[in-house]
């Protein structure tokens, strides 16, 4: 079965920008989409598509896939910003969650 | 407002059953495949199946093949997991989630907690 690895914790300091990977064997010819969630809330989609943005999600949150890893980006990060991140691919018709990375805002 | 709301959640004994409802509202339901992801306490997230806007295709993770069955009723606008022989591991907060046909998963719901315990 498909495995996406993720870093466990991420940590950065306020207005720094925090960088989460996501690895899996030839994840850049899929589809990767990121997840935020807080603590006692359901995730939220915050990049759609490698690096698509739904609307009401600040321009701060980017994305990327290539090769062997994908990538979420937040840029100038903001105390708001500390949550659990998944990134998350479709893999022979079933969903596939990376083990989710803690961001903490120094 | 693109809505999903949870329910039937609660304490089971090991191999007991329950079905869960996840309600929607705000869209056209019958036009979205829909799906099951759970997250055991302190865990991350694991999606257990999906199912087609018509009901075609279904898919199940392999922890819960055989046990679970997703069903839906779109003129009720209703999605349901049957949960049986449930086990300890089953344990979580189960969120149903909107997806466009093996996209992203966009709303969630809410989620509804199953706690397998004697």
């Known amino acids: 079965s498909y495995v996406l690895t993720q870093p466990p914790s991420v940590s950065v300091a306020p207005g720094k920008t925090a960088r989460i990977t996501c690895g899996g064997n030839?994840?850049?010819?899929?589809?990767v989409h990121w997840y935020q969630q807080k603590p006692g809330q359901a995730p939220v989609l915050v990049i759609y598509y490698d690096s698509d943005r739904p609307s009401g999600i600040p321009e701060r949150f980017s994305g990327s896939n290539s090769g062997n890893t994908a990538t979420l980006t937040i840029s100038r990060v903001e105390a708001g910003d500390e949550a659990d991140y998944y990134c998350?691919?479709?893999?022979?018709?079933?969903?596939?969650f990376g083990g989710g990375t803690k961001l903490t805002v120094l | 407002e693109v809505q999903l709301v949870e329910s039937g959640g609660g304490l089971v004994k090991p191999g007991g059953s329950l079905r869960l409802s996840c309600a929607a509202s705000g869209f056209t339901f019958s036009s979205y495949s829909m799906n099951w992801v759970r997250q055991a306490p302190g865990k991350g997230l694991e999606w257990v199946s999906s199912i087609s806007s018509s009901s075609s295709y279904i898919y199940y993770a392999d922890s819960v093949k055989g046990r679970f069955t997703i069903s839906r009723d779109n003129a009720k606008n209703s999605l349901y997991l049957q949960m049986n022989s449930l086990r300890a591991e089953d344990t979580a907060v189960y969120y149903c989630a909107r997806d466009t046909s093996q996209g992203w998963f966009d709303p969630w719901g809410q989620g509804t907690l199953v706690t397998v315990s004697s």
């Open positions: 030839n994840i850049g010819s899929k589809s």
């Open positions: 998350q691919v479709w893999d022979s018709s079933r969903g596939v």
